[in-house]
Nanobody, 123 residues
Framework: QVQLVESGGGSVQAGGSLRLSCAAS????????MGWFRQAPGKDRDFVAA????????RYADSAKGRFTISRDNAKNTVYLQMNSLKPEDTAIYYC????????????????WGQGTQVTVSS
């Protein structure tokens, strides 16, 4: 079992930055691929970024490329999402998730989820 707790969300103006954190506990965190997803009101949960257990391999949604960076600190059991140049369309609840497989881009391939953290970007 893995427990995930996100933090770092908030309200920013367009062009601003936020860093989300996801603290993990439970089974060995360092062996699990981790992902970030987001869900806006009335929309599906969309993939944002994912990272392999060693941190050497990452994957991003087109909307995140060049603006967001996923990283992890296995010593702290934490994965991060640095978000720069934020846009109003980035407004959503952001979730971190843990996969028992590889770095995936669809929600149903992730087994464990946090409760989410709200990100609001105003124009």
């Amino acid at each position: 079992q893995v427990q995930l707790v996100e933090s770092g969300g908030g309200s920013v103006q367009a062009g601003g930055s936020l860093r989300l954190s996801c603290a993990a506990s439970g089974r060995s965190f360092s062996s699990l691929p981790m992902g970030w997803f987001r869900q806006a009101p009335g929309k599906d949960r969309d993939f944002v970024a994912a990272i392999r257990w060693g941190g050497s391999s990452t994957r991003y949604a087109d909307s995140a490329k060049g603006r967001f960076t996923i990283s992890r600190d296995n010593a702290k059991n934490t994965v991060y999402l640095q978000m720069n140049s934020l846009k109003p369309e980035d407004t959503a609840i952001y979730y971190c998730a843990a996969s028992l497989g590889g770095i995936r881009s669809t929600p149903n391939e992730y087994e464990y989820w946090g409760q989410g953290t709200q990100v609001t970007v105003s124009s």
